[in-house]
């Protein structure tokens, strides 16, 4: 089955960049965009970057998202106490003919 | 502003069906596309199905057979059937809407907080 891997978990202290990626394959990003989305237990997920590298108009731009070839990364710049949740990246995926998502990374802010 | 509230037992035995409901605010159900969501404990996000208001559905492979997502404009509702229900289903359920990304309808702009729906045997 088609997986995207994500790192379990990443951290920094405030101020810092933090880069979380995303690995995929030809069946998911060698075709797709990806998106991103944050979520903080107990809340609704939201959508923090889509098409790659767009973002909504209620994410700031402390946020960005790229993709090469088969892998993705997201990059929270001036890293904030707020910006500590779990990231999740996803893709349409040819072989599952439905989204596929990452199993998320945890960011802790030290 | 979009909104998005799941509803539903919260209990299901084993062998039953789990029965939610999505109720949408402040956008029509009869544009893009909605979703459901589940996550089990400890685990990744698992994409279940979509259904448009014209009643087309997409459904993950892995659960084709057991699920049913059906929709509802005089309500403004759509709902998720998953039955035959072993612990393995046990996952916090959210719905989505999701617009066209240019791909497929794969960009989930809101979501509901979620119902963690257990399966006692």
């Known amino acids: 089955q088609s997986v995207l891997i994500q790192p379990p978990s990443a951290s920094g202290t405030p101020g810092q960049r933090v880069t979380i990626s995303c690995s995929g394959s030809t069946s998911n990003f060698g075709s797709y965009t990806v998106n991103w989305y944050q979520h903080l237990p107990g809340t609704a997920p939201r959508l923090l970057i889509y098409?790659?590298?767009q973002r909504p108009s209620w994410v700031p731009d402390r946020f960005s998202g790229s993709k090469s070839g088969t892998s993705a990364s997201l990059a929270i710049s001036g890293l904030q106490s707020e910006d500590a949740a779990d990231y999740h990246c996803?893709?349409?995926?040819?072989?599952?003919?439905?989204?596929?998502f990452g199993g998320g990374t945890k960011v802790t802010v030290l | 502003q979009v909104q998005l509230q799941e509803s539903g037992p919260r209990l299901v035995k084993s062998s039953e069906t789990l029965a939610l409901t999505c109720t949408v605010s402040g956008a029509s159900i009869r544009n893009e596309y909605w979703n459901w969501i589940r996550q089990p404990p400890g685990k990744g996000l698992e994409w279940v199905g979509y259904?448009?208001?014209?009643?087309?559905?997409k459904y993950t492979p892995s659960l084709k057979g057991r699920v049913t997502i059906s929709v509802d404009t005089s309500k403004n509702q759509f709902s998720l059937k998953l039955s035959s229900v072993t612990a393995a289903d046990t996952a916090l359920y959210y719905c989505a809407r999701s617009r066209y990304s240019g791909n497929d309808y794969d960009v989930f702009d809101y979501w509901g907080r979620g119902t963690l729906v257990s399966v006692s045997s």
């Open positions: 996803a893709a349409w995926d040819d072989s599952l003919n439905g989204v596929l």
């Open positions: 259904i448009h208001f014209t009643g087309s559905t």
């Open positions: 098409n790659n590298n």
